[in-house]
């Protein structure tokens, strides 16, 4: 029914949805992958608060995947403040990082996973977790510069250095969703997560 009548697939879920099985959930809110519109921004924001995490999680996915949702505007937020240009004299302006100190309550809400892999610091693994669901346009946007110009930031500190955990450097490949016109096609991987030039992996 999603395929072909989104809005009833939709009404239909919304409908049945709290009375679902909790293991069912997960399976059939993944349904409104296709289609997906900020029609069903609603249904998704609820299920941020449902006590499965696997619902949880898939209605995360979903809402970073959905181009104007309230969801990748929190995150571009919440980027915007970790990573900051630094203005200096021409042409050697750069990119300064303030990784989040602790993943709060609306952070866990949307998405972001608390505990980093082992090896990976808790800060950086928290850079990352915003940076993965925030829209490629934050950038350009807040920095009011062109893609390439962005990518051609230096970063301060260690931040930019390449991760020996990725040696093919930045990846930006979760936000390379609808909105992402004007990336350059380097940028437009398919690994699981994405970066601006100050992540390490």
């Known amino acids: ?21 909790p293991d069912d959930r997960a399976r059939l809110l993944g349904a409104l992958a296709t289609g997906l519109s900020l029609a ?18 898939v209605a995360a996915d979903l809402l970073s995947a959905l181009p104007g949702s309230a969801l990748r505007q929190r995150m ?9 240009i630094e203005r200096r004299t021409v042409g050697r302006d750069r990119l300064v990082v303030t ?5 709060d309550a609306g952070m866990r809400r949307d998405g972001v996973q608390p505990n980093p892999p082992r090896g990976v610091g808790p800060q950086a693994w928290l850079l990352e977790e915003i940076l993965a669901r925030t829209p490629l346009d934050t950038w350009t946007t807040g920095f009011e510069r ?6 051609a930031l230096p970063v ?25 016109r004007g ?9 699981a997560r994405t970066s601006t030039p100050t992540t390490r992996r």
């Open 156 to 180: 301060a500190d260690d931040w930019g250095r390449p991760s020996t955990r990725d040696s093919r450097g930045p990846r930006w490949s979760k936000a390379t969703r609808p909105g992402s």
């Open 146 to 151: 062109t893609a390439d110009r962005v990518l």
């Open 40 to 57: 069903d921004e609603p249904l998704l924001e609820q299920a941020l608060d449902d006590r499965r995490k696997e619902v949880r999680s």
């Open 76 to 84: 571009a937020e919440r980027a915007l403040v970790c990573v900051r």
């Open 1 to 21: 029914m999603r395929a072909t009548d989104p809005a009833a697939g939709l009404a239909l879920l919304t409908e049945t949805f709290a009375a679902e099985d």
């Open 99 to 103: 990784p989040p100190g602790a993943c």
């Open 183 to 191: 990336w350059p096609t380097r940028c437009r991987g398919r690994s």
